[in-house]
């Protein structure tokens, strides 16, 4: 975590370590997305049992459907049960789907196939928001896109481990070993704290302050933070969701602007980050590489485009509390455009030339390309739309929000890995290629005009940008204990606030006081 890290050991590494274990699921996730590449070809050559050829895209883009339901059906676990059980519970899924598909070897039914991979989804499902939110909540501000950035590190990670043991073992055998590992995962779970963000908005204060004093280090003074989640949660419990119905709330989430505006860029970012073509690239990464009749074998090609992928992702982390969220993503969304271009180019060569010829000649570029392709989209636009995910939705609309942007995400990821076949075949392999290079470069004018930087600011202060009522962003900011009181209002103009002469001032006369001065000013 670079200087954070050497300068304050005692207070970043209990973060860091929580945040390594909270993002274990998506490891797990990223060996979901992975089995399809090295597991279909395998699972074709080796079947004995009856399976048609639709049956196989299906196989791929499966786990996608049970990862929509799953994304939803956490919602309610971290709300009541807390984020840290509904981690735990996830793994069971996790180990019981990768154990089904694995034991298809002998149950010789493609029925078991589709059970085990639904489960696999569902439980990748789950993982989206209860993860990340979860890092969120405990990271502090100042590191706390670093520390989200592992998730999709640890996504990277478990891409990357299937493709080394696809490589050398068969489909059945990679789903048990793959099965293994949530084991070791849900152990270390048991051991990390709650979120304190969620045991306060529970009533549980004391609780709250010890899992904020193991977060920050044990001669760290924690009051002042959980004095501002305290207030913060107070301000909730006034107007709370808490006792809406589920159609109140989808109410809310469909009217209230603070609501509606961080939903509508998470979603719009989610899109954009499936219609790079990213999953469908992963899932399908062996069949592109045999498809571009690339010199280099399938197999270890997926190995060197799965460390790429991961060596990138992590250095990215290093970034986003340098560069911010909104710069890393625009910058990787207008490199990532390039190896697309270029992937689509060879295929126009191909289809032209014909498939010996391109490969004499242009052989080398597959792999370029998707390595490139690997570096500059793990450089911003991997991490960044789960970074915000965590970060920009209110409080008290946490785990509804985060359900539904990931259930969107799992939704177009679903769509983008089953439709890719069809898309080759209706478009072709050059024009699928050239689409995805005109989706990222459109994500990144969405992003330059829509996205807000949320670096270095507490999650309060991020719900404070999408609130649409100037006077009670005022109001919530500063206090009058003084005198005179200064700030910033939300256009950036310093302004002066001045105590009333009454003692029961209120929010209209120190308005008036704040119209009064700009008036002045702008004379």
């Given amino acids: 975590m670079g200087k954070s890290l050497i300068k304050n050991p005692g207070k970043v590494l209990p973060q860091l370590i929580v945040a390594v ?5 998506y490891f797990s996730m990223g060996s979901v997305r992975g089995w399809s590449s090295p597991g279909i070809p395998s699972l074709n050559r080796t079947i004995d049992f009856e399976v048609y050829p639709s049956d196989f895209q299906w196989i791929s883009s499966f786990p996608m459907i049970g990862a929509v ?13 807390g984020r840290k059980k509904a981690l735990i519970g996830h793994y069971f899924i996790f180990i019981s789907g990768f154990l089904i598909t694995g034991f298809t070897y002998f149950g010789k039914h493609k029925s078991m196939l589709y059970v085990g991979r639904f489960l696999m989804g569902f439980a990748a499902g789950c993982t989206t928001p209860a993860s990340q939110i979860y890092v969120s909540e405990c990271a502090s501000p100042r590191i706390r896109g670093r520390l989200g950035s592992l998730t999709a590190s640890s996504l990277a990670l478990g891409i990357l481990v299937t493709y080394i043991i696809g490589a050398f073992v068969d489909w059945y055998v990679l789903a048990w070993i793959l099965g293994c590992l949530p084991v070791l995962f849900l152990c270390g779970t048991f051991m990390m704290p709650e979120s304190p ?17 193991l977060l920050r280090g044990k001669d760290t003074n924690v009051e002042a933070e959980m004095g501002r989640i305290k207030e913060h949660q107070e301000r909730i419990a006034n107007s709370s969701n808490r006792n809406k119905s589920i159609t109140q709330q989808f109410r809310d989430v469909l009217t209230a602007g603070p609501v509606v505006k961080p939903l509508g860029i998470s979603l719009g970012i989610m899109l954009f980050q499936q219609t790079t073509g990213i999953n469908a690239i992963i899932f399908y990464t062996v ?3 045999q498809t571009a009749g690339s010199t280099i074998d399938s197999r270890y090609a997926t190995i060197i485009v799965g460390a790429v992928q991961l060596v990138f992702t992590v250095a990215s982390g290093f970034l986003v509390d340098r560069c911010g969220r909104r710069m890393l993503f625009i910058s990787s969304a207008v490199a990532t455009s390039v190896p697309l271009a270029a992937m689509g180019i060879f295929f126009y060569f191909q289809r032209e030339w014909g498939d010996k010829e391109a490969t004499r000649s242009l052989g080398w570029l597959p792999i370029v390309c998707l390595i490139v392709f690997f570096i500059t989209y793990s450089g911003g636009m991997s991490n960044v739309p789960f970074i915000i995910m965590g970060e920009m939705f209110p409080t008290e609309y946490r785990a509804l929000l985060g359900a539904i942007s990931s259930s969107f995400h799992l939704f177009c990821t679903f769509v983008a890995v089953f439709f890719f076949p069809n898309m080759l075949k209706a478009m072709g392999k050059d024009g699928t290629f050239f689409f995805y290079t005109g989706c990222t470069l459109l994500s990144a004018i969405f992003v330059y005009f829509l996205l807000p930087e949320t670096k270095g600011k507490t999650l309060e202060e991020i719900e404070q940008i999408f609130s649409s009522d100037r006077q009670q962003h005022i109001k919530s900011i500063y206090r009058l204990d ?19 002469q009454s003692n029961d001032s ?11 001065l700009e008036n002045t000013r702008d004379v």
Avoid at 205 to 213: D, F, K, T, V
Wanted: glycine share 8%; hydrophobic share 40%.
């Fill in 21 to 25: 274990w909270g993002s274990w699921g």
């Fill in 69 to 81: 339901l799953g994304s939803l059906f956490i919602n309610k676990p971290m709300q009541y049960f």
């Fill in 197 to 213: 963000v969620w045991l306060l908005s529970n009533g549980r204060e004391r609780e709250a302050r010890h899992s904020l004093q």
């Fill in 287 to 289: 069949s592109i590489f």
């Fill in 482 to 500: 003084d005198v005179i009181a200064t700030g910033i209002n939300m256009n950036g103009d310093v302004i002066f606030l001045r105590r009333s």
């Fill in 506 to 516: 209120d929010n209209s006369e120190l308005q008036l006081c704040v119209d009064k």
